[in-house]
């Protein structure tokens, strides 16, 4: 139930919206879209990206001297888990053909994959197979399959989306693979959202030109991870599943072609060394590692580890000084700050009002310019409403949709948003929520081209570990695709390379070498990583603990 | 809710205030059992908040954090009331005096099979899940369900052969488990929802011509052209075309 200071507001919302739902049903923009400078002022001064403490030079590895986000610089320059010296890889544990790294949805699409292109591998991942970003996704996936749109009108969308900074190959892969990953994932058995006569049902997301977000209500993300995990388990002779067992550093050989990976057990801490001939990287982001000091939509294992150990073994990062905040993130109640509103929301016809009633940006922006024009719109016209725990926040015009498609629209195809509010007494069918930007996506990631391939020789990349693929920014439901594209390509790749490598000696020499780096950058940290999990420990609990030890964040 | 987490955001989500606001009311606490000890945690506490809050670093019995995995099974009763109650860690908010517990694992097989192979109909879930067939309408897995959905209507369903009711009324199931324990005839019911999910989607939903045709024109290599030419294009005459793009 919203507090009474706000019923004022909520009343002006009402108001307005007889007037709204008009120009909704009018079929113009129900705000004018920013121009091109308009977009790039409203970056300039209100994204958390280009405040002067969001970014800092690299002083070690790949991309030394560049200016990349502060946390991700802070993690990049941090020790070990491992001292190289203790590390017997004369008797590796496991032996495979591709070690995955992450058993989220780029890594079971890759494990599929790979199997069908017979080879075999092991998934190596943090928390239970699925406990994944792509676990969470709600409003969908893009691919152009109606006949007004087409694979390269989703090209531009994505280019112009991205600022025009993403990788043309990249991009091509993604878009042309659509159509052909919407059918993969139907065989497998995803129950998509579609009009009676069997044709897609689409919705518009931020930034896109034509419908093109295909859905499975708004669980999508949890339907098409189930489909892939379920399946990757009907075949326990081919890829095996080793679950609470991250990896925390890569191996390679003698000739610097990349070999497996050392894992860690975080139940019985225990570490094991896995051999294979190929490895895919497929962790996911890094919300969880609290950029800005922002919320997170992401889930607990996010915290970017892909990044470190392939940084560490020499590969190369790209954008990695821009972060994804999703406009709408939950600011009310407190318990679920930073929850992801869907923007399909928004494709539905919801908008973002202040406090006064009225419209303030056209609801559609690329992502990172309606997080600006909200954050604008708290902070520098003070038209924001203010939790009583001292957030900002603009109401969500949710009840609208269901003027624009008859009651029971929301129930019917936002069930997840639906329950998550019901809980704390708000229905939102009848009031609009309140929100915030949250943290929500890593923009760039570790370089690939459009085989997966990185710059170390057996090392892939997919998913959103990756960058390029979106530039400088993502628009929804181009990651869900992303990681299907990419985790299929990883898949096929690895496992047709894996058939003809056969490795050298093992070492794990460049993590001392990174040590050696590190010292003579004189950087002098206590910092460990890969993170693994966030640290939520209270102060007045962790004075307590005398006697615990802390290898980074991790007791 | 997460103290640290808190403190950080509060920093930025209201800079215009430099110290935290002197009128904030101290929290209020309350006290919880946390596998059978005692702690005071805060009374607007989410279940995981409150685990947290007291001092435990989760390894199992967290995922997404936000009601989609499943992860966070937990049951637990209430002072003076002898009923067993379910609920996930990360969206339930603590009561007074509640007694609980985070299921780490809930121990159940799932059968191997080829998709390929099945039919869509009764004859997937004779074969996979015989037990289904013991069910002897208690009911007590709807009453155990965090999402509210109708467990035992859709394993009433699967009974039948309807794999499009289950399908529907297992749609939002998280396969948290927290049914499967309690069920007398020891069903798996969230395996038998994703069996017909993927059943349905398979063999059953209306397949889109549109999609087989735009996967002609792919396979045909329609697009190769016009992909070259965008792929050479600079940066300004991309942003003139993309700006002048219409929309649907
Ligand atoms: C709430 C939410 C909603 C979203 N909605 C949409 C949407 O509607 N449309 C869209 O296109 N995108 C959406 N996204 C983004 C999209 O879901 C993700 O970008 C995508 O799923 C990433 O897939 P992935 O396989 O690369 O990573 P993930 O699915 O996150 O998988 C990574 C896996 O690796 C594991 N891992 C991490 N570190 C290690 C390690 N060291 N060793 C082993 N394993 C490790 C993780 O625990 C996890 O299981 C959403 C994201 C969130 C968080
Ligand atoms: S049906 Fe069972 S497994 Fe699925 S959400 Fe409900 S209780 Fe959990
Ligand atoms: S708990 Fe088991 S026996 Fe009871 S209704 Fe549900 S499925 Fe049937
Ligand atoms: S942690 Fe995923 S449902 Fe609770």
Redesign the pocket.
């Known amino acids: 139930m919203y507090p009474e200071y706000m019923r004022e507001s909520l009343t002006l919302v009402e108001k307005t919206r007889p007037k709204r739902l008009e120009l909704e049903k009018s079929g113009k923009p129900v705000f004018r879209p920013m121009t091109a400078q308009e977009r790039e002022d409203v970056l300039n001064r209100f994204h958390p990206d280009y405040q002067p403490e969001a970014r800092r030079i690299i002083r070690v590895g790949p991309n030394k001297g560049e200016s990349i986000t502060t946390e991700v610089a802070d993690m990049l320059e941090s020790h070990s888990r491992i001292k190289p010296e203790l590390i017997d890889l004369s008797k590796p544990d496991y032996e495979t053909d591709i070690l995955i790294i992450g058993g989220g949805g780029a890594g079971c699409a890759a494990a599929i994959l790979a199997m069908q292109n017979g080879a075999k591998s092991i998934i190596s991942t943090k928390l239970r197979l699925g406990d994944a970003n792509s676990m969470m996704s709600q409003g969908g996936m893009q691919a152009a399959v109606k006949p007004q749109d087409s694979p390269t009108r989703h090209y531009l969308d994505a280019l112009g989306g991205g600022h025009f900074d993403n990788k043309p190959d990249l991009v091509r892969a993604l878009t042309e693979d659509g159509p052909e990953v919407v059918k993969w994932l139907e065989e497998l058995g995803v129950v998509w959202d579609k009009n009676p006569d069997g044709s897609m049902y689409v919705l518009h997301g931020g930034g896109t030109s034509r419908k093109r977000m295909h859905s499975c209500r708004d669980y999508t993300g949890a339907v098409i991870m189930r489909t892939l995990m379920d399946e990757v388990r009907n075949h326990p002779d081919k890829v095996t599943i080793l679950e609470f067992m991250p990896t925390i550093e890569l191996i390679l050989d003698s000739r610097g072609r990349c070999a497996g990976g050392i894992l860690y057990n975080m139940e019985t801490e225990e570490y094991f060394a896995v051999k294979a001939k190929a490895t895919i990287i497929a962790t996911g982001g890094y919300g969880r590692l609290h950029i800005r000091g922002f919320d997170t939509t992401n889930h607990y294992g996010a915290t970017g580890d892909g990044l470190v150990i392939a940084y560490r073994a020499g590969a190369n990062l790209l954008y990695m000084d821009s972060v994804q905040y999703h406009p709408t993130g939950a600011v009310f109640p407190e318990q679920i700050a930073g929850f992801l509103i869907t923007e399909k929301i928004r494709g539905a016809g919801g908008q973002p009002i202040n406090k006064f009633g009225e419209l303030f940006v056209f609801p559609r922006e690329p992502r990172d310019v309606e997080s600006a024009a909200l954050i604008r719109e708290c902070l520098e016209r003070k038209n924001g409403i203010q939790t009583p725990s001292g957030r900002w926040g603009v109401w969500l015009d949710s009840p609208l949709i269901e003027t624009i498609e008859g009651s029971g629209y929301l129930e019917k195809n936002f069930p997840a948003m639906v329950r998550q509010f019901i809980r704390y007494n708000i229905d939102i069918t009848k009031e609009p929520m309140l929100v915030y930007p949250s943290l929500h996506y890593q923009n760039g990631g570790i370089e690939t081209n459009d085989r997966c391939e990185t710059n170390i020789p057996g090392l892939y990349v997919a998913g959103e570990a990756s960058g390029g693929v979106h530039g400088r920014n993502r628009l929804m439901g181009n990651s869900v695709l992303d990681y299907n594209v990419f985790g299929r390509r990883a898949g096929k790749y690895a496992a047709q390379y894996a058939k003809s490598v056969s490795l050298s000696k093992l070492t794990v020499d460049h993590v001392a070498d990174y040590e050696d780096e590190l010292k003579k950058a004189r950087i002098k940290t206590d910092r460990v990583a890969p993170v693994l999990l966030p640290f939520y420990t209270p102060e007045e609990v962790r004075k307590r603990q005398l006697t615990a030890h802390y290898e980074g964040t991790l007791r | 809710m997460m103290a640290k987490k808190k403190v950080a955001l509060k920093k930025k989500a209201r800079p215009e205030k430099a110290k935290p606001e002197p009128s904030e009311p101290p929290k209020k606490m309350t006290t919880v059992f946390i596998m059978g000890k005692a702690h005071q945690v805060p009374d607007d506490a989410t279940i995981m908040g409150a685990i947290e809050y007291a001092g435990y670093q989760i390894k199992r019995g967290a995922g997404c954090r936000e009601g989609f995995c499943g992860a966070c099974a937990t049951v637990y009763r209430m002072p003076g009331d002898y009923k067993i109650y379910t609920g996930l860690a990360c969206t339930t908010l603590v009561q007074e005096g509640m007694w609980l517990s985070q299921l780490p694992v809930i121990p159940a097989q799932k059968p191997i099979y080829e998709i390929e192979k099945l039919e869509p109909n009764v004859t997937a879930f004779q074969k996979l899940y015989p037990e289904?067939f013991?069910?002897?309408?208690?009911?007590?897995?709807?009453k155990a369900c965090p999402q509210s959905l109708e467990?035992?209507d859709y394993?009433q369903a699967a009974i039948r052969g309807d794999i499009e009711k289950v399908m529907d009324l297992s749609f939002d199931c998280l396969c948290c488990g927290l049914?499967a324990i309690?069920?007398?005839?020891e069903?798996v019911?969230y395996n038998v929802g994703l069996l017909a999910k993927r059943l349905y989607g398979r063999y059953l939903s209306k397949k889109s011509p549109e999609l087989e045709e735009r996967l002609r024109e792919v396979k045909a290599k329609k697009f190769d052209k016009e992909y070259a030419k965008l792929m050479k294009m600079k940066k300004d005459e991309l942003e003139k075309l993309y700006y002048a793009r219409d929309t649907e």
Do not use: D, F, S
């Open positions: 289904i013991r069910c002897v309408a208690c009911n007590t897995c709807t467990v035992m394993i049914c309690r069920c007398p005839a069903i019911h």
